[in-house]
């Protein structure tokens, strides 16, 4: 994804005090926002599919960013997620982008809730929960009311107190749509764009991490993966992305590049990355490169990696030959028996007649 100048963009307010600006200032501004260039929208996870019928159409909610620091063009989790580093008593304003995608006319509700990042990543809070964040942010819009397939256009406006303390925080702003009546079970479609906001003096806190050996095996099904643990060892969340290539494999065989991914990952966190891979790789040895990024924070690692046998499937020819070997000798024994009746048989009708 591109970050692109909003050359024509709409007219942007005058710059405030204290308050971000935006497209029009000077180029050199290290806090001027551009248009960030999304061409999809981040749905909530599990929304239905709208019906092609209004009665009982489901809720479809989706949302986009629509503006990123020109400083932080680089940093791809800035298209989409509000990410920053301020000073306490800064404002800093973002654009996002409603829509509706039900079949159906909706009111689509607004609004800043809490977040956290733990070890089991990016964490949502129920419903309206706030917290510090979420109480610093306002939205010029609480609600909307969208034809199906309109949008809008939300300010959001994080305003951070002068006596705040430093570290790094985080919030979800919501977009909800609601479906459903008292005769009906409701349904709520929610989908958010999620903040991770910095604040302290000076520079922006470092980002980094550092990812282990990487090594290779074999699920019970079979299937090859290649597996390293990630380490944070800077003083910001993370989310990790990257790609795996595989090269030099039997026969001169490469594959890749694989999508790679892990959940957020907070300050001295671990994880766990596993790529699993096409079951008809050969056992190796491979030559394995792990490409990872977090923003502009980029990681590599390399390795030979070996899949080992494919002990499922070998166990499981090994189960059809016994049994194949087992059939084989309950019929040959059958036969032998056989073909035993048949020669007594026959001798003892040969016999002479005795005379009596």
């Given at each position: 994804?591109?970050?692109?100048?909003?050359?024509?963009?709409?007219?942007?307010?005058?710059?405030?005090?204290?308050?971000?600006?935006?497209?029009?200032?000077?180029?050199?501004?290290?806090?001027?926002?551009?248009?960030?260039?999304?061409?999809?929208?981040?749905?909530?996870?599990?929304?239905?599919?709208?019906?092609?019928?209004?009665?009982?159409?489901?809720?479809?909610?989706?949302?986009?960013?629509?503006?990123?620091?020109?400083?932080?063009?680089?940093?791809?989790r800035a298209h989409k997620y509000i990410v920053d580093?301020?000073?306490?008593?800064?404002?800093?304003?973002?654009?996002?982008?409603?829509?509706?995608?039900?079949?159906?006319?909706?009111?689509?509700?607004?609004?800043?809730?809490?977040?956290?990042?733990?070890?089991?990543?990016?964490?949502?809070?129920?419903?309206?929960?706030?917290?510090?964040?979420?109480?610093?942010?306002?939205?010029?819009?609480?609600?909307?009311?969208?034809?199906?397939?309109?949008?809008?256009?939300?300010?959001?406006?994080?305003?951070?107190?002068?006596?705040?303390?430093?570290?790094?925080?985080?919030?979800?702003?919501?977009?909800?749509?609601?479906?459903?009546?008292?005769?009906?079970?409701?349904?709520?479609?929610?989908?958010?764009?999620?903040?991770?906001?910095?604040?302290?003096?000076?520079?922006?806190?470092?980002?980094?991490?550092?990812?282990?050996?990487?090594?290779?095996?074999?699920?019970?099904?079979?299937?090859?993966?290649?597996?390293?643990?990630?380490?944070?060892?800077?003083?910001?969340?993370?989310?990790?992305?990257?790609?795996?290539?595989?090269?030099?494999?039997?026969?001169?065989?490469?594959?890749?590049?694989?999508?790679?991914?892990?959940?957020?990952?907070?300050?001295?966190?671990?994880?766990?990355?596993?790529?699993?891979?096409?079951?008809?790789?050969?056992?190796?040895?491979?030559?394995?490169?792990?490409?990872?990024?977090?923003?502009?924070?980029?990681?590599?690692?390399?390795?030979?990696?070996?899949?080992?046998?494919?002990?499922?499937?070998?166990?499981?020819?090994?189960?059809?030959?016994?049994?194949?070997?087992?059939?084989?000798?309950?019929?040959?024994?059958?036969?032998?028996?056989?073909?035993?009746?048949?020669?007594?048989?026959?001798?003892?009708?040969?016999?002479?007649?005795?005379?009596?």
């Amino acid at each position: 994804m591109t970050l692109v100048v909003a050359a024509g963009a709409p007219a942007l307010p005058a710059r405030a005090a204290g308050v971000h600006s935006f497209a029009g200032a000077a180029p050199e501004d290290p806090n001027m926002v551009e248009e960030a260039d999304v061409p999809g929208l981040d749905r909530a996870a599990g929304t239905p599919k709208p019906s092609a019928s209004p009665e009982g159409a489901p809720a479809a909610v989706g949302v986009r960013l629509l503006d990123a620091p020109v400083n932080r063009r680089d940093d791809t989790r800035a298209h989409k997620y509000i990410v920053d580093h301020v000073h306490p008593g800064t404002t800093i304003r973002r654009r996002i982008v409603v829509e509706n995608v039900s079949p159906v006319k909706r009111t689509v509700d607004v609004y800043p809730a809490a977040a956290d990042v733990t070890e089991k990543g990016f964490v949502l809070a129920p419903e309206r929960t706030q917290n510090e964040l979420s109480s610093w942010i306002e939205v010029d819009t609480t609600q909307v009311k969208l034809a199906s397939e309109d949008e809008a256009t939300v300010w959001v406006t994080i305003r951070v107190p002068k006596k705040a303390e430093a570290g790094e925080r985080y919030a979800v702003v919501w977009a909800q749509s609601t479906s459903g009546d008292e005769r009906m079970v409701e349904q709520i479609a929610r989908a958010g764009i999620r903040v991770y906001l910095s604040v302290g003096p000076g520079g922006e806190p470092p980002s980094g991490f550092e990812v282990g050996p990487l090594s290779g095996g074999r699920e019970t099904d079979g299937t090859p993966f290649v597996t390293t643990e990630v380490r944070n060892t800077g003083q910001r969340a993370l989310d990790l992305a990257g790609e795996l290539r595989l090269t030099d494999g039997p026969s001169g065989l490469s594959a890749g590049p694989l999508r790679a991914e892990a959940r957020t990952l907070p300050l001295n966190g671990r994880t766990t990355i596993r790529v699993r891979l096409d079951r008809q790789l050969p056992d190796g040895p491979w030559k394995a490169r792990l490409d990872l990024a977090s923003g502009w924070t980029k990681r590599s690692a390399t390795g030979s990696v070996d899949f080992g046998p494919a002990t499922a499937a070998t166990t499981e020819r090994k189960v059809d030959t016994g049994a194949l070997v087992l059939g084989s000798g309950v019929a040959g024994s059958v036969l032998i028996l056989l073909l035993f009746g048949v020669y007594t048989y026959r001798r003892r009708f040969r016999q002479p007649a005795t005379a009596g």
